[in-house]
């Protein structure tokens, strides 16, 4: 899996515009059977689809690419345009596409490897895996998650969030996580207050402070790409380079203090004299 993040910033509230981050460690992980076997730390996992919208995916890496190409050219059939004032709602449709793409795709590899067919698991009420296979797809349709961002007509913001069972349209937070490192993400994003209305380069440094605290996950890299969505604007891509130039800075500056000096002999008095207590130091905390 993944940690993959959207997040809408510098947005106003009178014209419904503003800018989009999406953010994706680079961590592929390749398994048999469902065990891990090897890993790439600079895959992909971010792609560009029609009329400049783009596209972050957490999922199996033999699936992500047939599931992006699939919404590809379900964007492309819809004839989806910035300019039309159906965009968001074709790209939601879009999204639905490929949800039941996705839905029918799993179902049919899950029952083949139980041996059953398609028609024996919806048809045959008494077929003895069907609750078995059913929680098998429960669980593996839920594994696919996407974010999707772009403009609509008039420069409007477009954020959909699905997991190929719900999809979710926001703007206000304007916060989307998915992946496996998703819930340490957006613990994170939540304790930086993270809204749409934040500028773009706050927002950034919270979104990379959210990518490493989502590193908690061990399917998630120590990698990310990130692209930046403007209005009118040519997709700003900020890579490994460009984003260690500054960020250490700005993490010496801004980022949660380190709590070493808390082990100190002073502090351990401070500690005690304050709450009445006394502690007994074991030998080695003594001998550092």
Known sequence: M????????????TSQTGNIILCADQLISYSSGGIP?????????MFDLPC??????????SRSHQVVSFLYNRMLELGISPDSKDATDKVKLALANTADYVRVW?????CASYGVSENEFLHDKKLAKRETI????????LSTE????????????VLFYTNCVDIQEQSS???????????????????????????TQRSYFHAREAMHFAELSRAVGPTCYTVLLCPEEKPIVIGKDKDEKFIGGWLNEFHVHKTDALDSPEKRGHFELALGVRIKQLASQMSK
């Open 2 to 13: 993944t940690a993959i993040i959207g997040l809408a910033c510098d947005c106003n509230h």
């Open 146 to 157: 996407l974010i999707v961002g772009g403009f609509g007509s008039k420069s409007s913001l």
């Open 173 to 199: 937070p304007g916060v989307f996580c998915g992946g496996s490192g998703s819930i340490a993400a957006l613990n994170w994003l939540n304790f930086r207050g993270q809204n749409c209305f934040m500028s």
């Open 52 to 61: 400049g919208f783009f596209v972050a995916i957490a999922d199996d890496i």
């Open 106 to 110: 799993i179902r049919k590899e899950i």
């Open 134 to 141: 059913r929680s098998d797809l429960r669980e593996a349709v």
């Open 37 to 45: 076997i090897s890993s790439n730390a600079h895959g992909s996992k």
